[in-house]
């Protein structure tokens, strides 16, 4: 049987099963969701299913293991710079959990927790907490709104309040494996378990992990732990004005998390990764996207919003904006000892839409402001790299020259975020460029290529990738690890019908 002949026979058995509405295989459906940022291209699936509940998921998987076809799934499909809906692979078929799987199963205040479906997006979670008084929070990326909770975190997404790390704050997960059967991970496991999104300390392996960055399972609910809402939130800001000042930012924002004095992570924002969410390049045009942006108007840009080389942020939660204010004021004592730091204070930070979207991540409120970066050059083209940084000053220094060096070498503006915790920072890295122009988007991809040649050969991964680079990355990894991953997919999966090439 032919590729084309198993589709249609499989789309066939979907349609009868689910109705004729789970299957999508429209020449429109197809092209949106084949289309990404990325340099590597789009990557058209062959069409799409949208299973309505977790026996539906296995219908769909029962289906692909009769003919052979590869299911592709997604949640909201909304990790921008990373792939968006796309396939890995041209010719998947993308199963979309988030067009009908979008319910907030269950919502505990008193253990502040919530069960989620796949759909459940960030901005309508926040919305369902602010129908009951929004007395809990939860941790946001600073992507987009409409993005997935679920996706996000088993994508090894993070964020910024004390509950930044998605995938501990994530407890118990209902996975369909690539055979079909369901497995309930944690206390799950027990039958009628009252305590599955409660305890991580489960008997026996945790295997949650198994599906975080995999191609194992597709996760069909999720235990999400949420954070009780202080009656105060205050932030912090301090503007550096050199590109040289990352080290001595570094070693002045390592004790403090050491020490847990500041209990969300440091926001740590390069000049043109803040100032894009307000301008586009000036020089985009006369230099027809060829060259970076000069160091003399980037200068210019900082003088005229009022912002540094690198701007350093973070907040405290307390019962009162008096209770916080000695721990304002120790921290910006800290600082404010190196002779470089301009402070800003909350009110002032509040009052500018360029600082107050990371006011509103320490707020736990979603926001799409970030995403105007987007448009700082034409053209929507979008790609993250993201290694990690020990918390050495020195180290952090060296990997912003390399990358910087990288950047201009291709034409491309230094666009950086470090998220900063106790001993290491993910450095967010995005190449913003024009995927209109066929030269730029060469320029961008060999841009990205470089860069990891150089991370990796100096001794540091990323913890994401984008689904064009996967395999780029995967091969910069020992073949013993990667061997214990396929032989781990064999089992959970033996047809290979789930995701093949998604971190594998």
């Known amino acids: 049987m032919s590729t084309d002949q198993a589709h249609a026979a499989f789309f066939a058995e979907v349609a009868a099963a689910l109705g004729d509405a789970a299957v999508n295989c429209t020449h429109e459906t197809i092209v949106r969701y084949g289309e990404n940022h990325l340099p590597t291209g789009d990557r058209r699936p062959a069409g799409v299913v949208y299973p309505g509940s977790t026996a539906e998921v296995q219908r769909i998987v029962a289906a692909a293991n009769t003919h052979g076809v590869v299911v592709y799934p997604i949640s909201t499909g909304q990790n921008q710079g990373l792939g968006l809906?796309?396939?890995?692979?041209?010719?998947?078929?993308?199963?979309?959990?988030?067009?009908?799987?979008?319910?907030?199963?269950?919502?505990?205040?008193?253990?502040?927790?919530?069960?989620?479906?796949?759909?459940?997006?960030?901005?309508?979670?926040?919305?369902?907490?602010?129908?009951?008084?929004?007395?809990?929070?939860?941790?946001?990326?600073?992507?987009?709104?409409?993005?997935?909770?679920?996706?996000?975190?088993?994508?090894?997404?993070?964020?910024?309040?004390?509950?930044?790390?998605?995938?501990?704050?994530?407890?118990?997960?209902?996975?369909?494996?690539?055979?079909?059967?369901?497995?309930?991970?944690?206390?799950?496991?027990?039958?009628?378990?009252?305590?599955?999104?409660?305890?991580?300390?489960?008997?026996?392996?945790?295997?949650?992990?198994?599906?975080?960055?995999?191609?194992?399972?597709?996760?069909?609910?999720?235990?999400?732990?949420?954070?009780?809402?202080?009656?105060?939130?205050?932030?912090?800001?301090?503007?550096?004005?050199?590109?040289e000042d990352l080290a001595e930012i570094i070693e002045?924002?390592?004790?403090?998390?050491?020490?847990?004095?500041?209990?969300?992570?440091?926001?740590?924002?390069?000049?043109?990764?803040?100032?894009?969410?307000?301008?586009?390049?000036?020089?985009?045009?006369?230099?027809?996207?060829?060259?970076?942006?000069?160091?003399?108007?980037?200068?210019?840009?900082?003088?005229?919003?009022?912002?540094?080389?690198?701007?350093?942020?973070?907040?405290?939660?307390?019962?009162?904006?008096?209770?916080?204010a000695p721990f304002i004021e120790r921290v910006r004592a800290h600082f404010m000892q190196s002779g470089r730091a301009t402070y800003i204070d909350h009110d002032t930070?509040?009052?500018?839409?360029?600082?107050?979207?990371?006011?509103?991540?320490?707020?736990?409120?979603?926001?799409?402001?970030?995403?105007?970066?987007?448009?700082?050059?034409?053209?929507?083209?979008?790609?993250?790299?993201?290694?990690?940084?020990?918390?050495?000053?020195?180290?952090?220094?060296?990997?912003?020259?390399?990358?910087?060096?990288?950047?201009?070498e291709h034409g491309l503006e230094y666009i950086c975020e470090y998220v900063c915790g106790a001993r290491f920072a993910r450095g967010l890295h995005v190449l913003v460029y024009n995927r209109e122009d066929e030269h730029e988007t060469a320029r961008a991809d060999a841009c990205y290529r470089e860069l990891t040649r150089a991370f990796t050969a100096a001794g540091y991964s990323v913890g994401r990738a984008a689904t064009g680079y996967q395999a780029l990355h995967l091969g910069t990894l020992d073949p013993t690890y990667t061997g214990v991953v396929r032989a781990l997919k064999s089992t959970l999966d033996p047809a290979g019908v789930l995701a093949a090439g998604r971190y594998a």
Not at 163 to 176: I, L, T
Not at 291 to 299: C, E, N
Not at 357 to 371: K, Q, Y
Request: with cysteine; aromatic share 10%.
């Open 85 to 243: 809906r796309s396939p890995v692979h041209a010719g998947q078929v993308v199963m979309d959990l988030g067009r009908r799987m979008h319910r907030v199963l269950e919502l505990d205040e008193r253990l502040a927790y919530a069960v989620i479906e796949p759909g459940v997006t960030y901005q309508q979670l926040y919305d369902e907490l602010g129908l009951r008084g929004h007395r809990l929070m939860l941790d946001t990326t600073s992507g987009p709104p409409a993005g997935g909770v679920l996706g996000n975190t088993l994508d090894g997404g993070a964020g910024y309040t004390p509950y930044f790390d998605h995938f501990y704050m994530a407890c118990g997960m209902e996975v369909v494996l690539g055979d079909g059967r369901v497995l309930r991970t944690g206390d799950g496991a027990l039958p009628d378990s009252r305590a599955w999104h409660v305890s991580k300390y489960s008997m026996g392996p945790r295997l949650d992990g198994l599906f975080v960055q995999s191609n194992l399972g597709i996760v069909t609910r999720m235990g999400v732990w949420l954070m009780p809402r202080p009656p105060s939130i205050r932030g912090f800001f301090f503007a550096f004005p050199e590109d």
């Open 252 to 324: 002045l924002v390592r004790p403090l998390k050491l020490a847990n004095v500041v209990p969300t992570l440091f926001k740590v924002t390069n000049d043109i990764y803040a100032l894009g969410t307000e301008c586009s390049s000036p020089e985009y045009a006369a230099k027809g996207g060829a060259q970076a942006l000069s160091d003399g108007t980037r200068r210019e840009l900082r003088e005229h919003y009022g912002c540094g080389a690198w701007l350093v942020s973070g907040a405290f939660y307390g019962a009162s904006e008096a209770a916080l």
């Open 349 to 408: 930070a509040d009052a500018n839409p360029m600082l107050r979207i990371h006011l509103d991540s320490f707020r736990g409120v979603p926001t799409p402001a970030e995403l105007k970066l987007l448009g700082w050059r034409p053209g929507g083209g979008l790609i993250w790299f993201l290694p990690g940084t020990p918390m050495v000053g020195e180290v952090a220094n060296a990997h912003q020259a390399l990358a910087r060096r990288i950047y201009t």
